[in-house]
Every structure is written in C-alpha cells, then in structure tokens.
C-alpha cells in the first residue's frame, strides 16, 4: 500500500478524518483479505516516517479495538519512524517481489514515478483514480506494463456498483450516444483534509470529475469516441480555504463525442466541486444518460436509505459502497462494491501469476491502463482548455479504428 492518508488509513493531521471514511478503506479491505488467506504480506509506505507511531495507534484503535480478527499491528512501514523519506516507495518495492502487488493512494502528481517504480520491479499495478494527469505519461505507463507483462489498472470502483453495472448493460443497447450530464461534490471542510495537495498538484476535475468520466467512456467503449474538449469554472472560496492557493472551486468540462455507428455527434456535461455545504451525504452523485433510443437517470448518493441518532447528524448512508459498521463484532464490507474493486485485482492478480489468464484478458473486464486512456486525455484537454480561458481542444488519433486510443490533443480550429 502506497499511501497513508485517508483512503487507506482514515488518518489525516494527525486524527482520524472527518468523512464517511474515518476507517480508512483499502487498509482494512487489505488486512480483511489477508485474513481470508487472498493476501500474505502487508507493508504500507508513506514518506514521513515520524507519524507512524501515531498512525498504528490510531488503526489500533478504529480496526484492532473494533474488528475480530483484525490485526493492524502486522503491516511493516517504510520509511523508519525517524526519517522523512520522499522517495522511499523505492525501498519499499526493492523490499517486495516480481509478482506481487502495489496500490497506490497518494497526491496525483506523484502517481507515475511510484507506478514506474513498481512496473520496472515486476509488481502489478493498481493506481487511485486518475492514474495520472497527462496523456504522455499514460501511454508510457501503458507501454511500461505491457513490456514487463504486469497487470496495471486504476482504482474506479464505481464500475462495481450494481446499479451502475445494470445501467452500463442497458445503455449499450439504447443506440448511438445523445447526451449526458454527471454532477459529483465534496464538501468544503475536505479542503482542510486536502490542504497538502489541493489546487497545487491536482484540481477538482482530475480528482472527482475522472470517476464519470471513466464510467461514460466505458458505457460507449467501441461505440463513440471524445474528440474535443472545453472546460469551465467557478473560483471564489477555495483560494481562501486554501490560503492563496490559486484553484477552482467547481469544474465543468463538455466534451465531444463521435458516435461510430451513424457518424453523428453526441455531448457529455461532467461537473465536479468541492465546496458543497456538509449535508446528509459526503459526496452528492447523480447523471442523467440519454441515447437515440433511452435514458437512465441515477441519483448515486440516495439509495433510500436514512439514519438519525442521537449525538450524530441525519445521514443517508451507502452501504452498498462502504460498510464500517461491525456485525456480530466483525468487519462485514465484503460485498461492498469499495471492497470488490480491491478484491476484483487481487483475484485477477492470483490468476495472471498462476498462469490461468493472460493480463490482456482483464481488458474487457477492469479499467486496465490500456482502456482508460481517453479519461486521461479528456482530464488533460479540460486542464488545458481551463489554463487557455476556455479555448476547446480537440482530441487526436492515430487512425479511424474504433479501438483507437488519443495520441495527441491540439487547440480546435474554427
């Protein structure tokens, strides 16, 4: 596990964060894993080793306290707790094998050169959404899996969810792509939480605006392609959050997109923000998809579902996502689609290793590098568009195949 912060441990300045997430998530998915005999070894690997002191005491306390058969105190650390190590995920891979895995959860920026890392050793791959910001690194990224055979993917379990997976089978059948609109916020109280990253090595639409992105294009893989871009924002409130950080509040980015089928043109409105009010949810999501011949509407963040307790807030929870709560004094978020986009690599992993699959086989079935890279380069395009004032910017390709991934991006001509 690459990464300390709240994803993997709950852990942010120094306590446990203020979010649905206080558990930490792929640190106990990984222990939950190890428990039932998927994974052997654990190590977890962040840059300053001086908080991990505080950090095992805190996963004591929210997983070995909490969980039967949890056991936090097992997963070794790099760098030692006296050193302060920005590149020790170098001694971490050299300490692990060809074969076995890394995930990576840190700052965006930071993505390709762990990933790279880890790729050279052998490792197989899983990196937190977007993999990485530009197109030139994802395409080496993918050239570097493919020469050394390893499995690389990006974490983007959305594509677990039920109903997500029941839309995607639905949409594929409602004709050429029309239109779509994605909205998904975080509140404002995270940008404390992403004070050490937030507007200076990644923005809002990289960071929320890629889990969309990536389920559209997989909804229309070899039926449509984005071909170009403009992007949009709202500033005001971060800035000042973040103490003269220079970063958007909200993102909207409207892309292009060719259908193969008939050669008309569709549209996608994907908005992200992080300045939303703490309300019952810690991050509203909702889309609205619409082909020639249907459309799906889904409201992510309300399953129905309403919990109010005396000393907490009203909240609709998802458990379909993310179950802390214990049952009968055990973790029980195995069936979670936060737990399954975890378990979906490492079982993928097990059979690529033992010889059953080839790494190419999971192209249809995970968001393997070699299948995700429009997401990148519509991420990048809106980047671009948004530092040219709003100039749109056309995705290139190599040939009219409907396999075809970007190489390139330019300003659009008019």
């Not at 995700?372 to 530092?387: C, K, M, Q």
Request: proline share 5%; aromatic share 10%.
């Amino acid at each position: 596990m690459v990464g300390t912060g709240e994803y993997v441990t709950g852990f942010v300045g120094g306590k446990g964060a203020d979010s649905d997430k206080s558990t930490g998530v792929l640190g106990l998915v990984c222990l939950d894993l190890r428990s039932r005999g998927k994974i052997e070894r654990l190590g977890m690997v962040g840059v300053n080793g001086k908080k991990f002191p505080a950090l095992r005491s805190h996963m004591q306390k929210v997983l070995g306290e909490v969980y039967d058969g949890i056991d936090p105190s097992i997963i070794e650390t790099w760098p030692a707790d006296n050193v302060v190590k920005p590149d020790a995920f170098r001694d971490a891979a050299a300490a692990f094998q060809p074969g076995d895995l890394a995930i990576i959860f840190t700052p965006d920026d930071t993505h390709f050169d762990i990933a790279m890392a880890c790729i050279e050793r052998g490792m197989h791959v899983m990196i937190t959404k977007p993999p990485v910001k530009t197109l030139k690194e994802h395409l080496a990224l993918m050239e570097a899996a493919k020469r050394k055979n390893v499995l690389c993917v990006a974490e983007l379990h959305k594509r677990f969810d039920p109903i997500y997976q029941d839309a995607r089978d639905r949409i594929r059948k409602m004709g050429p792509f029309s239109y779509y609109w994605a909205y998904m916020s975080q509140p404002k109280h995270q940008l404390e939480t992403f004070k050490a990253w937030a507007g200076k090595s990644s923005d809002i639409s990289y960071y929320l605006n890629s889990h969309h992105i990536d389920y559209h294009e997989w909804c229309l893989h070899g039926k449509a392609r984005p071909v170009r871009v403009t992007a949009h924002a709202s500033t005001g409130v971060a800035k000042k959050k973040l103490d003269g950080v220079e970063t958007e509040d909200s993102i909207t980015l409207v892309v292009d997109w060719k259908n193969f089928e008939d050669g008309s043109v569709g549209h996608g409105v994907y908005t992200s923000s992080w300045i939303a009010p703490k309300a019952d949810v810690h991050s509203q999501q909702r889309w609205f998809y619409m082909g020639q011949e249907g459309e799906v509407t889904v409201d992510q963040a309300h399953r129905g579902y309403t919990v109010a307790q005396d000393g907490a807030s009203f909240a609709s929870p998802n458990p379909l996502f993310w179950k802390p709560t214990p049952s009968g004094g055990k973790f029980a978020g195995q069936r979670t689609y936060g737990y399954i986009s975890f378990e979906a690599f490492v079982d993928a992993v097990a059979e690529v290793n033992s010889g059953k699959k080839k790494v190419s086989d999971f192209d249809g079935t995970l968001p393997t590098i070699s299948t995700i890279v429009g997401t990148t380069a519509i991420l990048e395009a809106g980047r671009l568009s948004l530092d040219a004032g709003g100039k749109p910017f056309e995705l290139v390709y190599p040939s009219d195949d409907i396999y075809a991934v970007p190489s390139g991006m330019r300003p659009a001509q008019f």
